[in-house]
T-cell receptor, first 111, second 116 residues
Framework: DAKTTQPNSMESNEEEPVHLPCNHS???????IHWYRQLPSQGPEYVIH???SNVNNRMASLAIAEDRKSSTLILHRATLRDAAVYYC????????????FGQGTELSVKP | DAGVIQSPRHEVTEMGQEVTLRCKPI?????LFWYRQTMMRGLELLIY????????DSGMPEDRFSAKMPNASFSTLKIQPSEPRDSAVYFC??????????????FGPGTRLTVT
């Protein structure tokens, strides 16, 4: 399975944008990029996913590098409720619905 | 929608006892996943089902663990006999085949298991 590399932790100020990086240099052409987050004492929740093009939804934006070896999750205005562990996950089509979670990035948001 | 429901939310048991964790997926979802989360190993996929049939159980740690899905609205994860190293938070998740959103997994609140 292709691996992802994320910083262990990041800090942000409230109401400022946050860019969470993810490296996946061994990604294959059919791997989807998924982002989930886990708030304290809760189960993970889906944030966004994409294949090649940048994606936007109500929660965040996903910017995918042209060579697909890295991607960035963008929270446009961080709130205190965005403090969570963010996971970048590659899902291989051949792997079916299997998601393999890494250690993620712990995001803290300062008021 | 009530979301994925797990019970119990907390379970404390003694080593050697049988433990049964329960999950009710979101109505209409056709995939169900069981995960385990510990500080040491992070979040691990144990097994997942499609239309009540186990598809991949390669993450099940050993024969002490078993999972069943007798119908579309109920699944169990059983540990027999339990050991202290099984202490973890166990999450159940479900997802639905619906185009691009088919890959979105909805997680339950988890069951915190402590084996003494």
């Amino acid at each position: 399975d292709a691996k992802t590399t994320q910083p262990n932790s990041m800090e942000s100020n409230e109401e400022e944008p946050v860019h969470l990086p993810c490296n996946h240099s061994t990604i294959s052409g059919t791997d989807y990029i998924h982002w989930y987050r886990q708030l304290p004492s809760q189960g993970p929740e889906y944030v966004i996913h994409g294949l090649t093009s940048n994606v936007n939804n109500r929660m965040a934006s996903l910017a995918i590098a042209e060579d697909r070896k890295s991607s960035t999750l963008i929270l446009h205005r961080a709130t205190l409720r965005d403090a969570a562990v963010y996971y970048c996950i590659l899902r291989a089509i051949a792997g079916g619905r299997k998601l393999i979670f890494g250690q993620g990035t712990e995001l803290s948001v300062k008021p | 929608d009530a979301g994925v429901i797990q019970s119990p939310r907390h379970e404390v048991t003694e080593m050697g006892q049988e433990v049964t964790l329960r999950c009710k997926p979101i109505s209409g979802h056709d995939y169900l996943f069981w995960y385990r989360q510990t500080m040491m190993r992070g979040l691990e996929l144990l097994i997942y089902f499609n239309n009540n049939v186990p598809i991949d159980d390669s993450g099940m740690p050993e024969d002490r663990f078993s999972a069943k899905m007798p119908n579309a609205s109920f699944s169990t994860l059983k540990i027999q006999p339990s050991e202290p190293r099984d202490s973890a938070v166990y999450f159940c998740a479900s997802s639905f085949t619906q185009g691009l959103l088919a890959y979105e997994q909805y997680f339950g609140p988890g069951t915190r298991l402590t084996v003494t």
